[in-house]
């Protein structure tokens, strides 16, 4: 069985390698393939899907600027020497190549479910860690085990099935508000995300590594490892170089901000993606030890988030065609028509999965989905919680074979889609096994 996974997965990484573009080049082609599966499949003429691919394009600024935001002060809080060292500790004890890949796996899924920007950044920073200090470690496979943590992202604390429990959306309205303990509290979906987050997938990415001979290590040259920090005297420098290297600039305003934290939760506040980043840029300005040091860190991570910038403007295009010319609707009421009250969020799941290819952003997808589930779970009296987190469970899905949010890792960790992607292909295949039978045969 393991000559058989690894037999495959090696030629899922040939075909990949041969066909995958760059992911920018992905994104056009599937532009491309969107515009013609809507005049094919819904009553949209050229004219009307192409001005709904223009209108879309900034669709999703908000979007990119909090995306791009997250990558600049992940990156930068990541770089604090408290946050390096608890890094260092984390893989302190990981000592063979095997063990570098099930960590590096696990780790991500862990923070992932807790905080999925957390899983991407830090999980890629594993990756660079443990690729300088194991020998013969395939470092592609490192990377792709920091992304396959991401498969559990939508079962977890940030999910996007947090607005089913937000009052005033138009889910309240059709179905009522949706508990927790309904959708990601629930016993089929911790398990769901015990068991690929910490046995299946980890194990997987051990079982596909390839042998010595065809391993590539970490480019020193490309991520190079940084100079140990030297401490500035404060003492005889001049009134700027005084103030940029003063951490009680830092502490003053991390404090600060640290303050107004604790009084949004307190107030009922959730954890969003605004939250995040000012929880990653309180924590990155609070323990980096001069301002200087900080901006220097920011403008680093900033370099990481040329992709993001670049790419998410032509995925905002292929939503824009897919909701307005009502495709995504026409792919979910395909599945809705063969579907019972049993299997509807199976088929919830495999649709999702499809749709999420085009619409790779959670909230998105569950705005040209949402609907078109929920009214035939009320219809034919199925599982509405279920059925829901189907659609977010395939959200995550095929993200495993989709790009778009492996751009901020590939960014940090210098390398290209088509040397992750193969890796994952077994991770698509067994765990879209494993949360059908569940949400399928599952009390």
């Given at each position: 069985m393991k000559k058989?996974?690894?037999?495959?997965?090696?030629?899922?990484?040939?075909?990949?390698?041969?066909?995958?573009?760059?992911a920018y080049l992905f994104a056009v082609i599937l532009t491309g393939v969107t515009f013609v599966m809507c005049l094919i499949f819904t009553d949209a003429t050229a004219g009307q899907t192409f001005v709904a691919w223009g209108d879309g394009v900034w669709n999703l600024l908000e979007f990119t600027s909090q995306m791009a935001t997250i990558m600049v002060f992940g990156y930068a809080f990541s770089k604090t020497p408290i946050m390096e060292k608890f890094l260092d500790k984390m893989c302190h004890y990981v000592k063979t190549p095997k063990q570098a890949y099930f960590f590096t796996s696990a780790a991500s899924a862990i923070l992932s479910w807790i905080c999925w920007p957390a899983g991407l950044i830090c999980g890629g920073f594993i990756a660079l860690k443990l690729g300088?200090?194991?020998?013969?470690?395939?470092?592609?496979?490192?990377?792709?085990s920091a992304y396959s943590g991401f498969l559990v992202f939508q079962n977890g604390l940030t999910g996007t099935h947090l607005i089913l429990n937000t009052p005033g959306t138009w889910s309240e309205e059709l179905v009522g508000l949706i508990p927790p303990t309904e959708t990601f509290l629930t016993s089929w979906n911790l398990f769901i995300s015990l068991i690929l987050g910490v046995v299946v997938v980890p194990y997987l990415m051990t079982l596909v590594a390839p042998s010595d001979d065809k391993v590539i290590e970490l480019d020193i040259d490309k991520v190079p490892e940084e100079k140990p920090r030297e401490k500035v005297k404060l003492k005889g420098l001049a009134?700027?170089?005084?103030?940029?290297?003063?951490?009680?600039?830092?502490?003053?305003?991390?404090?600060?901000?640290?303050?107004?934290?604790?009084?949004?939760?307190?107030?009922?506040?959730?954890l969003t993606i605004n939250s995040?980043?000012?929880?990653?840029?309180?924590?990155?300005?609070l323990f980096t030890p001069t301002p200087i040091e900080f901006v220097n860190r920011c403008v680093e991570g900033a370099h990481t988030a040329g992709g993001v910038i670049m790419q998410f403007p032509i995925y905002a295009g292929i939503q824009g065609m897919m909701l307005t010319t009502g495709l995504a609707s026409v792919i979910a009421d395909g599945f809705v028509a063969i579907s019972t009250a049993k299997n509807l969020p199976m088929w919830s799941f495999l649709s999702a999965g499809l749709v999420n290819v085009f619409i790779p952003s959670g909230g998105s997808q569950?705005?040209?989905?949402?609907?078109?589930?929920?009214?035939?779970?009320?219809?034919?009296?199925?599982?509405?919680?279920?059925?829901?987190?189907?659609?977010?469970?395939?959200?995550?899905?095929?993200?495993?074979?989709?790009?778009?949010w492996a751009i901020p890792l590939l960014s940090i960790a210098n390398v290209k889609a088509k040397d992750?992607?193969?890796?994952?292909?077994?991770?698509?295949i067994a765990s879209g096994t494993i949360i059908t039978l569940v949400l399928v045969y599952w009390p």
């Open positions: 058989l996974i690894k037999s495959f997965t090696e030629a899922c990484g040939k075909l990949v390698d041969k066909i995958l573009p760059d300088r200090k194991i020998k013969k470690v395939h470092f592609p496979l490192l990377v792709a009134f700027n170089d005084w103030l940029e290297n003063n951490y009680f600039i830092n502490l003053f305003l991390g404090l600060a901000l640290m303050g107004y934290i604790v009084y949004y939760f307190v107030n009922g506040g959730g995040t980043n000012l929880i990653f840029m309180a924590l990155g300005i569950w705005v040209a989905q949402g609907p078109v589930m929920l009214e035939a779970a009320a219809n034919l009296g199925a599982d509405i919680p279920r059925t829901a987190m189907g659609v977010f469970l395939g959200n995550s899905w095929t993200n495993m074979i989709q790009p778009f992750i992607i193969g890796y994952l292909v077994p991770v698509l």
